[in-house]
């Protein structure tokens, strides 16, 4: 059986100084520290979440960036293309010119030559045709 007595009263006043003491000494920090480990893990998230955005920024401006030159290296290339098409066509149409110039030149060179080779067939036929005719009025007289 309990029995209620002077004993009882002590270990309540006991019980209310020890639940005093230790929440003073136990509780009070460690809810202290899980709040100061709450705030650090909120500061820790907020400064990530900065960082991110700050890296999705960069990542951005990068591509950005990245797009440019990939577009300034495309129409730098364009235009070096352009160019050398460009010198290729008006070396090909030098060397035609050339060309066609040499062309006209054989051609003339070859009709003057066939002129000559004519003048001169000309001649001997003409120097034959005599021979042939003193023959035949040599052998008649």
Avoid: C, W
């Amino acid at each position: 059986m309990i029995s209620i007595d002077s004993t009882l009263l002590i270990q309540i006043v006991n019980f209310l100084i020890i639940l005093f003491i230790g929440k003073k000494m136990i509780i009070n920090p460690v809810l202290n520290t899980v709040e100061k480990r709450d705030e650090k893990i909120e500061s820790l998230n907020s400064e990530a979440a900065k960082l991110r955005s700050e890296v999705e920024k960069h990542k951005n401006e990068y591509e950005e960036k990245f797009e440019q030159v990939k577009q300034e290296a495309a129409d730098y290339h364009k235009q070096v293309k352009d160019e050398a098409v460009q010198e290729a066509e008006k070396m090909y149409a030098k060397v035609k010119t050339e060309m066609d110039e040499k062309l006209e030149n054989a051609r003339k060179e070859l009709d003057k030559q066939k002129e000559e080779a004519k003048a001169s067939l000309r001649s001997d036929a003409e120097n034959m045709a005599e021979e042939i005719v003193d023959k035949i009025i040599g052998k008649v007289a």
